[in-house]
């Protein structure tokens, strides 16, 4: 069974600095992966998915997240934070065989300082 | 494309009173999911829909979940004698096919039982 875990409950940056939200995952076969940011009152929205190839995967909004699989590790990057940038951020693996239906972290609530 | 749609946003009810929500995905998409969030994790998989057909249920919370997609189109999901326990967030998404295709993500439907 896969599982992932985002092991910070909330981050807090300032406004301009960058941004790291880590991401591990458990699957025996190369993953599906996903970070969806969730702003209050909206659905899910996907930043970025990786399924094969280039490891560095460019998403929405500046957002960047590399594959490690040494690291069992998906992060997800940002150079620089935008005060809406605040939400809450959840990682996603999928099985790369099958209904490919995705099993998420707990999530990680980025607060955003001015 | 005006998006997945959930109706209600909210619901109060009492315990042991049924509930029923409802979900309109993305005209073109033929691929519905429903899932629960509570409050502090990520959504939870409970049941998807290929068209009219039901291909994973093993996964509702128990038998006072059910879900229909009678036609291929908008899908309902039923709760019977709700418990506290229900209190949650149910989010329903919907994709193009199925797979490695992106799902999106309606606002979901906040259920609170008293």
């Known amino acids: 069974a896969q599982s992932v875990t985002q092991p910070d409950i909330h981050i807090t940056v300032s406004e301009g600095a960058s941004l790291e939200l880590r991401c591990n995952y458990s699957y025996g076969a190369t993953p599906y992966l996903f970070w969806y940011v969730q702003s209050p009152g909206q659905g899910l929205q996907l930043l970025l998915k990786?399924?094969?190839?280039?490891?560095l995967v460019q998403g929405i909004k500046g957002f960047e997240a590399e594959f490690k699989r040494s690291q069992s590790s998906f992060n997800l990057r940002k150079p620089s934070v935008h005060w809406s940038d605040a939400a809450e951020y959840f990682c996603a693996v999928g099985a790369s065989g099958g209904s490919y239906i995705p099993t998420f972290g707990r999530g990680t609530s980025l607060i955003v300082h001015p | 494309d005006t998006g997945v749609s959930q109706d209600p946003r909210h619901k109060i009810t009492k315990r042991g009173q049924n509930v029923t929500f409802r979900c309109d995905p993305i005209s073109e998409h033929n691929r519905l999911y429903w899932y629960r969030q509570t409050l502090g994790q990520g959504p939870e998989f409970l049941t998807y829909?290929?068209?009219?057909?039901?291909?994973?249920k093993s996964r509702l919370l128990s038998d006072r979940f059910s879900a229909e997609r009678p036609k291929g189109s908008f899908s309902t999901l039923e709760i019977q004698r709700t418990e506290q326990g229900d209190s949650a967030m149910y989010l329903c998404?919907?994709?193009?096919?199925?797979?490695?295709?992106?799902?999106?993500f309606g606002p979901g439907t906040r259920l609170t039982v008293l």
């Open positions: 829909f290929q068209n009219e057909a039901q291909l994973e």
């Open positions: 998404a919907s994709s193009y096919r199925g797979g490695v295709n992106e799902q999106f």
């Open positions: 990786y399924f094969s190839g280039d490891t």
